[in-house]
Structures are given as structure tokens and as C-alpha cells.
């Protein structure tokens, strides 16, 4: 696609408020990556509702944690078992206009959830919201990698460190907009679902424009191999997804949780509460924009050994910390941590060269189903053995980053200076 259509697409002003050099496609790619993270953190912002307003549907409808656990298993379990089906579905027809789609998914599940009068429609509105992050994320992941210029770990990085943002800010805003009006406050969050779907539109534009060019990309991609078999293949891919099996299960305990945590063990109030986990978030947002960087840079296997295992000493700290120093551990834990799923996910797509679509919905997927898994999984130890239990026992998860010595080395000598007129971010 030309320089001159893509500038139609997305105006510089549009998407990052300033005037594109001429002749600079990699501006206009860059605008094109902007756009696709911006709407990941309206996504996720809306999409992190759900967990920061539970302490409001705890007392309105007088749920246990078992509840909330279910709930947040709905829309994880929903989210992880569509999200391959769709991205495998995609890699061979793609569907440009799939991403408006889904964020009206996610619209309708939102606002389903500020009226539902019970725990039956809060579950159906949870699962509507599963199914629109079921079909953004893969998606979206993919036009991440066409808008890199090459820089695949940067820019994975880039579009998830939108998510992020939104993860961070959605309970921050809940503590200031819903909770002192209620459960029907999430219905104001339905106009960034409006924005995000007016975006993604234009989005689906400059895809459709590029389809045929990315169809030969694809070709080519498949038609390259790394000497390795199927078997190391297999062997890899189980321990990155064990990789997330450690990191979602303990960030399981932190999202859905680590409110109540800090309300029973300090005393603190919730809004106090939510602020802590805004901190927590945001340092969640800010390592995984390092970690993509850090794994164009230094090896991908390397950020996933600091990334996994150098956290362990934190989280064996966490339970016994003061509410100071609990919150400097939140942050500390939720930066190093967060720069694993970038290094990942790139890693995976580099073991099975043409498959972006099903790897990032495997992965994705996979992610939110420990999440799913791991929030009910906890929220059900909560009842039975206390809050304070869970933080003890999850502490050890990190040391199953002890598996990244398995890990084959699939990216060879470490990346060269690009050269002139090699696209880049």
C-alpha cells in the first residue's frame, strides 16, 4: 500500500497529533501501530471493569468469592477457547473488519453488566465480553506484526503495553467513577467502546488495502524453517505455555484479588485498596513496553529467565511485607513479571513461522484461560483457607521458570544495526 493512501487512512493528527514527514512509510506504519494500541487500552480499560467493580457486585448481590471467581472464569474460559479457533480461522481468510466487530461484543456485554438484575445475566454480559476479546486479540496482535517494520518484539510490546494501560487505568477509574454511583456508573464507559469501534473501522480499512501484500508475506514465512523437529517443537511450546501457566496463575491472585487482600491484612478502605492496584498495574504496563525492547535486543530466551524466575525472591517476600513495603513489592513484581508475555508470544511466532494468527490466539487464549482457571481456582482456596493463604502458596509459582532451560536457541547471533532504508518503528 502506498505512503500516500495509509496518510489517508490515518492522518498524523488523528492518531498522534503531529505532521508525518514526507515520504516516510514508517511514520504511517508507526500511526498504524499507535492506533491498534490505543484501542487495546480501550479494550482491556473496559474489559477491566469486570474485576474492579467486584467488591460492588460482592455486596449488591451478595456473592462469596466462589462467585467472583466464576465470573471471572466465564469470560476468561469464553476468551481462551475462541481466541486459537478464531486466530487459525483468520490466518488463512483473513477478516479485516473483524476487530469493530469485536469490540461491539465487548460494547453490549458492558452494558448488559450495568442493568443485569442477577448473577445469571452478570454471567451471560462476562461471556459477551469474552467473546469480544476472544476476536481483538488475535487480530489485533496480527496487525501488530504487519505495522513492526521488522522490530517484532518492540512492537508486540507496543500494542500490549496498550492493554496494559487500560488494565491499569480501568480500576482506577471504577474507584472514582462507579463506585460512588454504583453498578449502573459502567454504563458511562460505553462511549471509549464507541471511540475504540470508530477506530478500528479505519483500522480495517488499511488492512483490507493490504491484504495481498500480506498474503505473500505469509507465503513467504511458511515456506522458511528452523532446523528443529517437530518433537523440540512440541517440547518448546509446552513450556512456554507452562511459562504462562506460572505467570497468569500468579497475576490471577493479584488482579482479582489483591484488593480484598490488602482491605482484610491493613484495614485499608477501597478506594485505598484500588489505588494499590492502579500502582500494581501500571508497573504491569510499563515492564511489558521494556521487555519487547529488551528481547529485539538481547534474546527473547534471556528476558523470559529475568522475567519468570528473577521475580521468584519477591513474591517469597510478599507475604510477610508491611502495607509500605507491599506496595513496593506489587510494583517491583508487576515490572518484572510483565516483560515476560512480549518475549513469549514472539518467541512462539518465530518457532512456527506463518502461523501469527493461531499462535497469538493459542497464547492469548492460554492466558486468559489460567487466568479464568487460576481466579477460581484461588477465589476457592480463599473460602476454604483465607486470603492470606493463597498469597503464601502463590508465592512459589515462579520458580516453574526454572523450564526456560529447555528452550531451544531460535534466534542465532544477536540482532545487527539495521541498514539504510530498512523499514523500521
Known sequence: MSETSLTATFPAADIVGVEPERNSPSRALFRVLAAISFCHLLNDMVQSLVPAIYPILKSSFHLDFTHLGLLTLTYQVVASLLQPIIGQFTDSRPMPYALPVGMTFTLVGLVLLAVAPSFAWLLFA???????????????????????GGKHGFAQSFFQVGGNTGSAIGPLLAAFIVLPVGQKGMAWFALPALMGIAILVRVGRWYKARQAENAGSRQKERQSHLSLS??????????????????????????????????????????????????????????????????????????????????????????????????????????????????????????????????????????????????????????????????????????????????????GPRRKPQTAGEPSV
Open 230 to 411: 517437530k518433537a523440540r517443537i512440541t517440547l518448546s511450546i509446552s513450556v512456554l505455555i507452562a511459562l504462562i501457566f506460572s505467570k497468569y496463575f500468579y497475576l490471577a491472585s493479584l488482579t482479582s484479588y489483591y484488593t480484598f487482600y490488602l482491605i482484610q491484612r491493613f484495614h485499608v478502605s477501597v478506594q485505598t485498596s484500588q489505588i494499590l492496584l492502579f500502582l500494581f498495574l501500571a508497573a504491569v504496563a510499563a515492564g511489558t513496553l521494556i521487555g519487547g525492547s529488551a528481547g529485539d535486543r538481547y534474546g527473547r530466551k534471556l528476558v523470559i529467565w529475568i522475567s519468570i524466575l528473577g521475580v521468584l525472591p519477591f513474591t517469597l517476600m510478599l507475604p510477610y511485607a508491611s502495607l509500605f513495603w507491599t506496595g513496593v513489592l506489587s510494583v517491583i513484581i508487576g515490572f518484572i513479571l510483565a516483560s515476560a508475555f512480549s518475549a513469549i508470544l514472539v518467541y512462539a511466532q518465530e518457532l512456527l513461522p506463518g502461523r501469527v494468527g493461531m499462535i497469538s490466539g493459542l497464547f492469548f487464549g492460554v492466558a486468559f484461560g489460567m487466568g479464568g482457571i487460576g481466579a477460581a481456582v484461588l477465589g476457592k482456596l480463599a473460602d476454604a483457607r483465607g486470603i492470606f493463604f493463597v498469597y503464601h502458596l502463590c508465592a512459589y509459582l515462579p520458580a516453574i521458570g526454572l523450564l526456560t532451560g529447555l528452550l531451544p536457541d531460535v534466534e
Open 126 to 148: 462476562s461471556s459477551l465480553v469474552g467473546v469480544g476479546s476472544a476476536i481483538f486479540h488475535p487480530e489485533s496482535s496480527r496487525i501488530a506484526r504487519m505495522a513492526s
